[in-house]
């Protein structure tokens, strides 16, 4: 009884994936740029739901769960690095920062 086809879903989720892949290769800044690669994660999760839904089967819900585990302690890292810099740099400009510079 699916009330929306999996096609709607997929549709979504290649767009979500779009945008993030867009704002990653066009956005300076550097907060902009993690949440574009957060959003490519999340839309790579919403295709598992999709596929686990549509089969029947809980094992792609299962690895979402996972999936949204380790994109939590990585944005936990991607921030205090993104942090860390500004305090060194000033900016978060990602054309402004180049670590390998005295």
Do not use: H
Not at 37 to 64: D, H, K, R, T
Request: glycine fraction near 6%.
């Amino acid at each position: 009884m699916n009330l929306i086809p999996i096609e709607y879903y997929l549709i979504l989720s290649a767009f979500m994936f779009a945008v993030g892949v867009t704002g990653v290769l066009i956005r300076k800044n550097a907060i902009v740029v993690f949440m574009c690669i957060e959003l490519m994660l999340n839309s790579g999760n919403l295709a598992l739901v999709a596929f686990s839904s549509y089969m029947g089967s809980s094992a792609g819900q299962i690895f979402v769960f996972f999936v949204m585990t380790v994109a939590a302690a990585e944005a936990a890292v991607g921030l205090a690095i993104i942090i860390a810099i500004f305090r060194n740099k000033l900016t978060v400009n990602i054309d402004e920062i180049n670590i390998f510079k005295w």
